[in-house]
């Protein structure tokens, strides 16, 4: 199985946990007023969350029929022998017409346009009949060009009827500025991307492009409606990337193989744990400076954006969807990048503006001269220039000592918030002691450190989002 049919399992489990999670915040928020017509208006929320639910249903048992599990067809029908199309993806197309309905009820309780119902509920009917006659036709006789074009114009009105809620909820979110809109829209949009039809004329790699994006809609409900006061922002957009990006890498490691290797499948579930808490505490630190507009916090989203995406590549070359040598460069010139942006912080934060640009000056010439040895081994770069090299790493360790200050003098004073500086000092010092020594050996497949490194993101998300200091009191 391809990658991206693999991703249907999890695209269809995420859609169940979006589903409930919109089903509860309307729960809630209906309970909470005794007005009838409060509890009336989130009725289409109600029905859109059952489309949903339809849909992740269409998806995982489509998943089933593509791993050969399930089929609608008998093996010796002219369908699962003759058309690839309707012999896997007749579920995925019937259940999608079926949200369409609820989609379509839903949309009409907002708009109070019973024409509106009437018109898509007749191009829905239509989508079937061409399907249904596309299933005749090549009952009849096997191949048929008048049978493709049933199917691509039933595809084509499917996605016109999704565009259509996608156009919905994306201007109310315009309207009202509320990110549960968005996040509704966001998921109708890739729904239309990730008609299964599309797949047949366009390459791969856009496939697996699309498959990211379409696994980050239900991810960006489950946090709207979570957290539904948030206003729309890049945030949003961050927390479905947290999700989606992982569970991209667990789906590649669940087609190398390796989940018969139980040390190295661990390792890999693990790295993409860290992945997504680095990535979720950029995404926060953005939404945090959105609000104050500080430097550091920017530097702290830059940091742990960089900490993700030297995770991530660094992993992918190791699972060997791109060469090793080229996802660890990648790996040490994000990594370090970040370490040095937080020694940087950590001057910033003590108050030495000036001071806090030499470490990026020693950086910056050390990492260009070893980057050149490419595509040699990173420890013979690090051999090459160790004198260099040894001089940054101990920079790295400067913030560990200086937050461990911060620490120390915050606890003697008793002032609150004092296990933030600690948090930092305790991760950033797991993450230089466990990462960079493993990332100058080599290993014949998955580097451990991906994995051993969620403890030190687990510290920082911690921290970072004050839950470190709530934990403690």
Same mark, same amino acid.
């Not at 009838?36 to 998943?63: D, Q």
């Not at 839903?106 to 191009?123: D, E, G």
């Not at 036709?137 to 039933?154: C, D, H, P």
């Not at 156009?167 to 890739?190: C, E, H, N, P, Q």
């Given at each position: 199985?391809?990658?991206?049919?693999?991703?249907?399992?999890?695209?269809?489990?995420?859609?169940?946990?979006?589903?409930?999670?919109?089903?509860?915040?309307?729960?809630?928020?209906?309970?909470?007023?005794?007005?009838?017509?409060?509890?009336?208006?989130?009725?289409?929320?109600?029905?859109?969350?059952?489309?949903?639910?339809?849909?992740?249903?269409?998806?995982?048992?489509?998943?089933?029929?593509?791993?050969?599990?399930?089929?609608?067809?008998?093996?010796?029908?002219?369908?699962?022998?003759?058309?690839?199309?309707?012999?896997?993806?007749?579920?995925?197309?019937i259940?999608?017409?079926?949200?369409?309905?609820?989609?379509?009820?839903?949309?009409?309780?907002?708009?109070?346009?019973? /024409? #509106?119902?009437?018109? &898509? *509920? $007749?191009?829905? %009917?239509?989508?079937?009949? =061409?399907?249904?006659?596309?299933v !005749?036709? +090549?009952?009849?006789?096997?191949?048929?060009?008048?049978?493709?074009?049933?199917?691509?114009?039933?595809?084509?009105?499917?996605?016109?009827?999704?565009?259509?809620?996608?156009?919905?909820?994306?201007?109310?979110?315009?309207?009202?500025?509320?990110?549960?809109?968005? /996040? #509704?829209?966001?998921? &109708? *949009? $890739?729904?239309? %991307?990730?008609?299964?039809? =599309?797949?047949?004329?366009?390459? !791969?790699? +856009?496939?697996?492009?699309i498959?990211?994006?379409?696994?980050?809609?239900?991810?960006?409900i489950?946090?709207?409606?979570?957290?539904?006061?948030?206003?729309?922002?890049?945030?949003?957009?961050?927390?479905?990337?947290?999700?989606?990006?992982?569970?991209?890498?667990?789906?590649?490691?669940?087609?190398?193989? $390796?989940?018969?290797?139980?040390?190295?499948?661990?390792?890999?579930?693990?790295?993409?744990?860290?992945?997504?808490?680095?990535?979720?505490?950029?995404?926060?630190?953005?939404?945090?400076?959105?609000?104050?507009?500080q430097?550091?916090?920017?530097?702290?989203?830059?940091?742990?954006?960089?900490?993700?995406?030297?995770?991530?590549?660094?992993?992918?070359?190791?699972?060997?969807?791109?060469?090793?040598?080229?996802?660890?460069y990648?790996?040490?010139?994000?990594?370090?990048?970040?370490?040095?942006?937080?020694?940087?912080?950590?001057?910033?934060?003590?108050?030495?503006?000036t001071?806090?640009?030499?470490?990026?000056?020693?950086?910056?010439?050390?990492?260009?001269?070893?980057?050149?040895?490419?595509?040699?081994?990173?420890?013979?770069?690090f051999?090459?220039?160790?004198?260099?090299?040894?001089?940054?790493?101990?920079?790295?360790?400067?913030?560990?000592?200086?937050?461990?200050?911060?620490?120390?003098?915050?606890?003697?004073?008793?002032?609150p918030?004092?296990?933030?500086?600690?948090?930092?000092?305790?991760?950033?010092?797991?993450?230089?002691?466990?990462?960079?020594?493993?990332?100058?050996?080599?290993?014949?497949?998955?580097?451990?450190?991906?994995?051993l490194?969620?403890?030190?993101?687990?510290?920082?998300?911690?921290?970072?989002?004050?839950?470190?200091?709530?934990?403690?009191?």
């Amino acid at each position: 199985m391809e990658i991206y049919e693999i991703a249907y399992l999890f695209l269809g489990l995420a859609t169940f946990v979006a589903a409930g999670t919109i089903i509860n915040y309307s729960r809630k928020r209906s309970a909470a007023s005794p007005d009838p017509e409060i509890k009336k208006a989130f009725r289409p929320l109600y029905i859109f969350a059952i489309g949903l639910i339809i849909f992740g249903i269409g998806v995982v048992l489509t998943y089933f029929v593509l791993n050969g599990n399930i089929s609608i067809w008998l093996a010796d029908s002219n369908i699962a022998l003759y058309n690839d199309y309707l012999n896997n993806y007749s579920i995925f197309y019937i259940f999608t017409l079926i949200e369409l309905v609820f989609l379509t009820i839903s949309a009409t309780l907002i708009l109070k346009q019973r /024409a #509106l119902f009437v018109f &898509m *509920i $007749v191009m829905i %009917l239509l989508a079937y009949i =061409l399907w249904f006659n596309a299933v !005749i036709t +090549i009952g009849s006789s096997r191949v048929s060009n008048v049978a493709e074009y049933l199917i691509n114009f039933g595809n084509i009105l499917s996605m016109i009827l999704l565009a259509a809620n996608a156009t919905l909820f994306s201007w109310i979110a315009y309207d009202t500025k509320r990110s549960t809109s968005l /996040a #509704l829209g966001y998921a &109708m *949009i $890739v729904q239309v %991307l990730a008609v299964p039809r =599309l797949f047949s004329i366009i390459p !791969i790699e +856009i496939i697996l492009v699309i498959s990211v994006f379409a696994m980050m809609g239900p991810a960006m409900i489950s946090f709207a409606f979570l957290r539904p006061d948030q206003k729309i922002s890049a945030e949003l957009f961050g927390y479905g990337a947290s999700f989606a990006g992982p569970l991209f890498l667990v789906i590649s490691l669940v087609t190398t193989g $390796v989940y018969t290797d139980i040390g190295i499948f661990v390792t890999g579930i693990m790295g993409a744990f860290a992945i997504m808490l680095a990535a979720g505490t950029a995404a926060y630190t953005f939404g945090r400076w959105r609000e104050t507009k500080q430097l550091p916090t920017a530097m702290l989203m830059i940091i742990f954006a960089s900490f993700a995406a030297g995770q991530m590549i660094g992993m992918f070359g190791n699972i060997g969807l791109f060469t090793t040598v080229t996802g660890v460069y990648f790996d040490l010139v994000a990594s370090s990048f970040a370490l040095i942006v937080f020694t940087a912080v950590a001057f910033l934060a003590a108050g030495y503006r000036t001071a806090a640009s030499i470490p990026v000056i020693i950086y910056v010439p050390t990492i260009l001269l070893m980057v050149q040895s490419y595509p040699d081994p990173v420890s013979v770069a690090f051999l090459n220039y160790w004198y260099l090299g040894g001089l940054v790493m101990l920079l790295f360790f400067l913030p560990v000592i200086m937050f461990s200050i911060t620490w120390r003098r915050m606890k003697r004073a008793g002032t609150p918030g004092r296990s933030r500086p600690l948090g930092m000092a305790i991760g950033l010092l797991l993450y230089i002691l466990i990462r960079f020594p493993l990332l100058l050996l080599e290993f014949p497949f998955l580097d451990p450190g991906y994995g051993l490194v969620v403890v030190s993101f687990l510290v920082f998300w911690l921290s970072i989002t004050g839950r470190l200091e709530r934990n403690k009191q």
